[in-house]
Structure formats: C-alpha cells, structure tokens
C-alpha cells in the first residue's frame, strides 16, 4: 500500500536517476560539440567540468546558500526559544541537531541547507521569529528538519548545479553552431546544425523544468514529513497562511536559491496563469494548506 515512506524511497531513487541522466545529456553535448568541431579535448573539458561543480557543490553548498541568502550564524544563549524547538523536534525525528542561522529580514522564511544530517543548517528570517505562534514556528522548523532527514537538501543542490552545467554546455553549443565548427559540405552538416540548434535552446528548458517539478514535490513530502513529526498539521498550515498573506521584502532573494525556502521569497510574482505556474518553485499555498487541513494523525 502507497504510503509516506514509500513515497520518500521513490522520489530519492527517481532523483538519483535525475541525476544521472543529467550526467549522461551533459557528457551527450559535450559528445556533439567535439564532434561538430572536430576536437576530443572538448569533450574532455565538458566531463571535466561536469565533475569539478559537483565536487564543488557537494563541499560548499551550504557556505554558498547561506551566503547568498545574507544568513548569520547565531549562538544558543542569543536565542534559546529557537534552540530549544530545534532541539525538541531533532530529538523527536532522530536527526542530530543542524548549525542554525538568522537572515534580518521581516518576511516569514526559511530553509536548509547541507550536505548530510550531520553536516545541516536551517536559516530562519526575523519576520518568522517575530509573526509566528509557537505551534507555527515549530511546524515551519519541522518541515525544514523534514528536508534534512528526507535527504532533499543535497538533491536538490546537485540538481541546480547540474541545470547549471548543460545550460552553460548547451549555450556553447548555440555559439559554435553560429560562429564556429567546421567546414562540411554533405547533407549531415545542415542536420547537424539544426540538431544543434534545438539541443542548445531545449536543453536549458527542460533541465530547469524537471528541477522545478522535483523541488514542488519535495514540498509535499517535507509538509507531510513535518506535519507528522509534530503530530499537529494545523500549526503548518496556519504558518502557510501567514506567509502567504505576508508581503514583506526579502533582501537577498536569488533565483538560485529560491526553491530552498519553505515559499518562494519573491512575493507578488508567482503569477496566476498556467505558464507562471509551470515555473514556479513552490507548489501553490492553497494546495498545501487543504493538504494539511485534511490530514488526520
């Protein structure tokens, strides 16, 4: 029978294999550039690449996330409400307790952030401190600890930087289909070029497509992970309701890193037709909410 559990256990697998098939279609450009031009070491520098913002990734994704997002580390006697909820629910979840950090801003947000449970952080801004009740605050932190436990934070990192990749790859790729290659005189250069073309402006698209909808469902999953960490879905829910009736300015929001908060930080532009929907980084709150008004623990 489908369950919570055996939901997390397919979106990992599904991920992972995301994954690959990003490694494959980048080495598959790098293929088709050294082709088109007739020289190996692209390809070697593609794949080269590849690897090298991985490695990057995996170590220092944190430190970049966090720095972007204008975050602070903060000390346990400088806030001890907010150490004491983390503490709380990482001692109900099993989870050790992740590095916690503060970002000065009134918007209510939040996200994490890390490699592994034992290398975590949360970021959590002033205007959630500040806006939200305690069963509130502690349904947006358990949702963040969801992240962690359910394995999203490196995931979802790896894809971004893999995204990154083919559209830089894909973008080289347009460049030398126009201003560069070889001399070919038969009919397979005209396809070529054509093959090209559409790899060098879909590539980008769907790469960022598929990272947006891998982000969405992860949303579902911490709501659900989170709600039943608490035992009380209500107090998410009505934290999604305050977010979404906030407008405050969020500083340091960042298309990069904006599907790691709990909602998109870049209020009053989601949009509300089908195409800003099929880009947006979050599933809508409504949907979320009626979720967690439904469940019954």
Known sequence: MDNLYTHKD?????????????LVLIIGLGWLISYYLQSVEVLYFAVGLALIMNVVAYWNSDKIALSMSGAKPIKRE?????????????????????????????QINAFATGRDPKHAAIAVTAGALQKLQNEELEGVLAH??????????LVSTVVVVLAGVIAIV????????????RDDDNRGGGLLM???????????????????????????????????LT??????????????????????????????????????KEGANWLAKLFMTHPPLSDRIRILRGMKI
């Open 78 to 106: 400088e806030n001890l409400y907010l150490y004491r909820i983390v503490e709380n629910l990482c001692i109900a979840a099993g989870l050790p307790v992740p590095k916690i950090y503060l970002i000065n801003s009134p």
């Open 10 to 22: 397919s979106n990992i697998r599904k991920t992972w294999l995301l994954i690959t098939v990003f």
């Open 144 to 153: 963040e600890l969801s992240h962690i436990g359910n394995r999203d934070i």
């Open 194 to 228: 054509l093959i090209s073309l559409l790899v060098a402006i879909l590539a980008p698209l769907a790469s960022t497509l598929i990272h947006l909808a891998v982000s969405r469902k992860r949303e579902y999953l911490a709501d659900a992970s989170g709600a039943l």
């Open 231 to 268: 035992r009380y879905p209500d107090g998410l829910a009505s934290a999604l309701e305050k977010i979404g009736n906030d407008h405050s300015h969020l500083k340091h929001a960042h298309n990069a890193t904006a599907h790691l908060f709990i909602s998109s930080p870049f209020k009053g």
């Open 170 to 181: 894909a973008d080289w790729f347009l460049r030398v289909s126009f201003f560069g290659g």
